[in-house]
């Protein structure tokens, strides 16, 4: 008989009172991330002249200047000098209307190109609009230091100002408290552990980062521009043509479509845009390559014995880390939606491993698992991501206790991946062996810059270290001194886990790695098949290891306050809500840009190309949307790769309509009777010993009457050698027939192993 009398007292300790904590923590977290500035801009006030001779301040000497005041709460002060030697200044900061004044002989420097950037952080000076402000720098001690001036002559200086918290910090601050609450929920229902964890990985993307969906109807930033093209003419191809986009005829004159190695018709986030269209499509993707993110990542840290608690913050940080929220908003969906895999291929590869026999087996389900996966990264276009991941499984056969075995694992794996990926691999083998790649874009150096790079919250656009070539979203990768807080802590079980050093290691070697940057040149013109550009996003990988070691970090306090049951919940509440709180913000920076109004009018048929981007300004940057042109039906040069011909055709801005096919001898225009992207016919007669050409890029895979047409000045081209009734250029990738085969033969090998496996098993 249950004593009902307890019942009161049961309730109110393990359900009311983890409620008011709860409650007055999200209170207390929400008011303090929305009321303290969490972001800053320097905000200048004399402009910096090169050209102007410096104020050279010398010992003991003091320079001063008045401004007038803001209006706003002034924190900081930069100035700039020619040099930096070693020394100390002393900063004041006067106002002149109230007498208030700060002070400072605290120095932070960094080098920007040939100037030096002096930080010196106050308290905070109040001020009023209007007010007279007396700025006074004295050099303490050290040699002259040569201040930088405008061509006044006036000291060049900037005013660090802290930023009012933004509706996207606010809502991510909320987000935060989201995950408190369901980690509360897990505490207060055991038994329902797993599922509301899943739940929330899986729904927290709707309320993290709110930016990404509720942006109506406009268009993305940068590189979208690109994506939305791309994908709008594969699925033109598929759905009004009715072919497989072998050939895309629509970017810079011509292109690769299979053999092109981002092409990623075949991942299964290009279904959902060929279901929804490719605004809606795009978002769909997002959202599901998030979700496999976190899931991935909650799986492979569960495998690796990490609590539920540490999972879930192992999971928090490597997906809303701003390395892998910046490169959305960029739209670099390659890398993006390639990486969502990669931790579930290092988790079928440890299964892998942790089956293996010493001795080699028939069969390993989870060599073919981890093949698939390294396959769908293929698939989705992920070659960067693809090529560090391989990399990074060969290293870790140097990291665990069986190196043979380990090796076994990779080599099987790789072959499973080789094997059925073939149907696209041999294609961009063939087109990489005729359009090599001879670009490299690299990364500046970055181990000066680490606290910039994971613990400053800079948003998308941001441009902060010196020689920075490319945007923030090469670079950034926030994680915040809460994760590396728990990072520390894992580490004092560096002797005792055999977890904790490889993954110390991981961290250290991706930091090395990312921070290469021009010394790579060298090392790739020596292997030029090895896909090149901004090696600083290996920084991913540093996020997931160290998102791990926090995990551990986790752990190790648990174990030390096991009877603290709210310590972790609240640590993986605090640490959300400060990565949410930037992430939701960066995500407002993605979808921002109109439609065009009125749209382009239709193109002439069967195809013309337009140089027009239709630029737009917005956000203080100048976006293109040659999508609009796509849309129309145009061909366009938003972006040309390297990996292909060189764009050799005629655009409507140097011809009214250029023909599509014409006569070399008279540039008379020859009719057309059946196009797309793969296929066109041209109408006879045609003569002996003439030239027909394309108002197209030739590459090779084209075929003319089933003879391989020629180059003519980049363009596709024919000579006919007896009278045709009419000529047929077709294209089909080189190395396609001998892929498909392979791919086909791989996958039933792999059914037929599955089938005997299950056979054996029943048995």
């Avoid at 201040?147 to 200086?157: D, E, K, V």
């Avoid at 069986?402 to 696209?424: E, M, Y």
Wanted: hydrophobic share 45%; glycine share 6%.
């Amino acid at each position: 008989m249950v004593n009902d009398t307890n019942l009161p007292a049961i309730t109110t300790y393990h359900y009311i009172l983890p409620l008011l904590i709860v409650g007055l923590f999200s209170l207390l977290t929400y008011a303090v991330f929305t009321k303290a500035p969490l972001e800053h801009e320097e905000r200048p006030v004399t402009e910096f002249d090169a050209s102007s001779p410096p104020l050279v301040l010398s010992v003991t000497e003091t320079t001063s200047h008045r401004f007038i005041a803001p209006g706003e709460k002034i924190t900081g002060v930069a100035i700039y000098a020619q040099a930096a030697p070693p020394g100390t200044l002393k900063l004041t900061l006067t106002n002149e209307a109230n007498r208030d004044s700060v002070s400072s002989t605290i120095a932070a420097t960094t080098v920007q190109g040939n100037t030096t950037k002096i930080t010196m952080p106050v308290s905070g000076l109040q001020t009023k609009i209007k007010d007279p402000i007396l700025l006074e720098i004295t050099r303490l001690q050290g040699r002259p230091l040569p201040l930088a001036t405008n061509q006044a002559g006036i000291l060049t200086f900037s005013l660090r100002i802290p930023l009012p918290t933004s509706f996207g910090a606010q809502q991510g601050a909320l987000a935060g408290i989201v995950v408190l609450l369901a980690l509360l929920a897990t505490q207060l229902f055991p038994q329902l552990r797993l599922t509301i964890v899943v739940l929330l990985l899986c729904l927290l993307p709707l309320v993290a980062v709110g930016g990404f969906w509720f942006s109506d109807e406009a268009w993305g930033v940068a590189d979208w521009d690109y994506r939305f093209s791309l994908h709008e003419i594969y699925r033109r191809t598929i759905l009004v043509f009715h072919e497989f986009p072998f050939w895309n005829p629509y970017t810079c004159g011509g292109a690769a479509g299979l053999a092109d190695p981002e092409f990623s018709v075949f991942s299964g986030t290009f279904f959902l845009e060929l279901l929804f269209g490719i605004p809606r499509g795009t978002k769909a993707a997002i959202y599901a390559g998030i979700v496999v993110m976190s899931v991935g990542t909650f799986t492979l840290a569960r495998h690796l014995r990490l609590s539920w608690q540490a999972a879930t913050l192992a999971a928090i940080i490597t997906t809303y880390s701003s390395a892998f929220i910046l490169k959305i908003v960029e739209g670099h969906v390659t890398i993006v939606y390639a990486y969502m895999w990669v931790p579930l291929i290092f988790w079928s590869w440890l299964n892998a491993y942790a089956t293996a026999s010493a001795k080699p087996a028939r069969y390993n389900p989870w060599n073919l698992l981890c093949g698939v996966l390294l396959t769908l990264t293929f698939f989705q276009g992920g070659v960067y991501i693809l090529s560090y991941t391989l990399g990074a499984l060969l290293i870790l056969v140097l990291l665990v206790k069986h190196p043979r075995r380990a090796a076994r694992v990779t080599i099987t794996s790789g072959l499973w991946f080789a094997g059925l990926s073939s149907i696209k691999l041999l294609p961009v083998i063939a087109w990489l062996y005729h359009f090599p790649d001879d670009f490299f874009v690299p990364s500046t150096h970055t181990l000066t810059y680490l606290s910039d790079i994971f613990l400053r919250r800079h948003q998308h656009g941001s441009f902060i270290l010196p020689a920075q070539q490319s945007g923030w979203h090469e670079y950034g990768a926030y994680v915040g001194y809460g994760v590396l807080a728990l990072g520390l802590i894992s580490l004092s079980q560096l002797r005792r886990s055999h977890l904790v050093r490889p993954l110390f290691i991981a961290v250290l070697a991706s930091i090395v790695v990312a921070s290469t940057g021009p010394w790579l040149i060298t090392v790739f013109d020596i292997i030029p098949f090895i896909p090149r550009s901004n090696i600083s996003r290996v920084a991913l990988f540093t996020v997931l290891s160290g998102a791990l070691l926090a995990g551990i970090g986790l752990d190790v306090l648990r174990r030390r306050f096991p009877s603290r049951s709210m310590i972790p919940l609240m640590i993986i509440s605090f640490i959300a809500i400060d990565l949410l709180s930037l992430s939701y913000s960066i995500s407002e920076q993605a979808f921002i840009i109109p439609p065009r109004v009125p749209a382009v009018s239709p193109a002439p048929k069967p195809l013309a190309y337009t140089e027009a981007t239709d630029t737009v300004r917005r956000a203080g940057h100048d976006h293109n949307r040659a999508y609009a042109s796509t849309l129309a039906g145009y061909g366009t040069f938003t972006f040309c790769s390297v990996l292909g011909p060189q764009a050799s055709v005629a655009t409507i801005q140097n011809n009214d309509i250029p023909p599509t096919v014409y006569r070399k001898h008279d540039n008379q225009a020859m009719n057309i009777t059946q196009w797309s992207p793969n296929q066109l016919t041209v109408a006879g007669p045609v003569s002996a010993d003439s030239t027909v050409i394309v108002n197209m890029n030739y590459a090779p895979g084209w075929l003319a009457n089933k003879q391989p047409a020629h180059s003519e000045s980049g363009r596709l081209a024919t000579t006919v050698k007896q009278n045709e009734d009419s000529i047929v250029f077709t294209y089909h990738p080189p190395l396609l027939k001998t892929g498909l085969i392979i791919s086909l033969g791989t996958s039933l090998t792999a059914l037929a192993m599955l089938h005997h496996r299950r056979r054996h098993k029943a048995l």
